[in-house]
């Protein structure tokens, strides 16, 4: 009798232990079989030009890498509402980024915070200084925090010209802590033959910001770090203009995130985007692309759900 109980209790702890160490994988399929919530792609349609120039066949990709970050991690707002738009704002800055690749995560990435406004923080710790920024990479013991304010999030997408998109300069810090350190240098993915010629192109690009000669935002000079997150922004919102004037740098960012999107920048994102547009109507087509009106479609599942 106590050697059954024996048996029954080790196969109770195997039990448990399998659920635990397989939860994860286990959330992902469920998640990968969900449908796309209709709502979020009303938003990618409206606010996300990256999501435009995607290939058919590469959307729904895109849309399911979305899905498994906001499943598994936390956007909190602080005296701001998270409503569907900041959400996939939120996590479109993460994935544009990360795309080219297979199997990326944001491993070290504890909580996305957004506030109503700027973001204030003293310039060091001796001084009552205060600066203001619209977004910052917080290290916190072994995860690191990204604080983003909601309307530069906001109005990073919804001016695809201006080579400005503070949830995609975040997220490049993100990826540039991959090695162990936010210095300007991505060890994790850039092959090893290109670091030092990738070194000696950023000193020369933050020479010629300095002295004023050339078009990257002079935001870009203040440390190797925020070079590498500013022409991140640059190659992901002007990516012909950056070839044309910039073309090694351009050349070596294409290896760095495995995308070349000047191939695909050529339309007109203000005609397509809609970032400030009424709210889906019923009898407007339904953005799952059956054709179908949405009260007939989408609309109807999720009422009956």
Request: hydrophobic share 35%; charged share 30%; net charge positive.
């Amino acid at each position: 009798m106590g050697y059954i109980v024996f048996i029954l209790f080790t196969a109770g702890l195997c039990l448990l232990f399998y659920r635990w160490a397989t939860r994860k994988s286990r959330q992902r399929k469920m998640v990968l079989a969900s449908e796309f919530p209709v709502e979020w792609r009303k938003v990618l349609q409206d606010r996300v030009g990256f999501y435009h120039t995607l290939k058919e066949e590469d959307k729904p990709r895109f849309e399911k890498m979305l899905q498994l970050f906001l499943s598994e991690k936390r956007i909190t707002g602080i005296q701001t509402e998270i409503d569907d738009t900041t959400r996939v704002l939120v996590a479109s800055s993460a994935i544009i980024p990360i795309f080219g690749f297979r199997d990326w995560e944001y491993q070290n990435l504890g909580e996305v915070i957004v506030f109503p406004g700027s973001i204030h923080r003293f310039k060091d710790e001796k001084s009552e200084a205060v600066s203001e920024v619209l977004g910052r990479v917080n290290p916190f013991q072994n995860d690191h925090y990204v604080t983003l304010s909601k309307p530069a999030l906001e109005q990073g997408f919804n001016d695809m010209a201006d080579r400005k998109n503070v949830g995609i300069h975040e997220f490049a810090h993100m990826l540039d802590q991959a090695d162990g350190e936010i210095d300007g240098v991505p060890k994790a993915y850039m092959p090893e033959e290109l670091l030092k010629p990738w070194q000696e192109l950023m000193y020369r690009k933050i020479k010629s910001i300095k002295a004023g000669k050339s078009d990257i935002d002079s935001y870009g000079a203040t440390s190797e770090a925020e070079f590498f997150a500013v022409v991140t922004e640059y190659f992901f919102e002007k990516p012909d203009q950056l070839a044309e004037k910039h073309p090694r740098l351009y050349e070596l960012l294409t290896k760095v995130f495995h995308q070349n999107p000047k191939r695909r920048f050529r339309i007109n994102f203000r005609e397509l985007l809609n970032p400030y547009g009424k709210r889906l109507g019923r009898n407007e087509s339904c953005p799952c692309g059956s054709g179908e009106k949405y009260k007939n479609c989408c609309l109807a599942k999720k009422a009956a759900a």
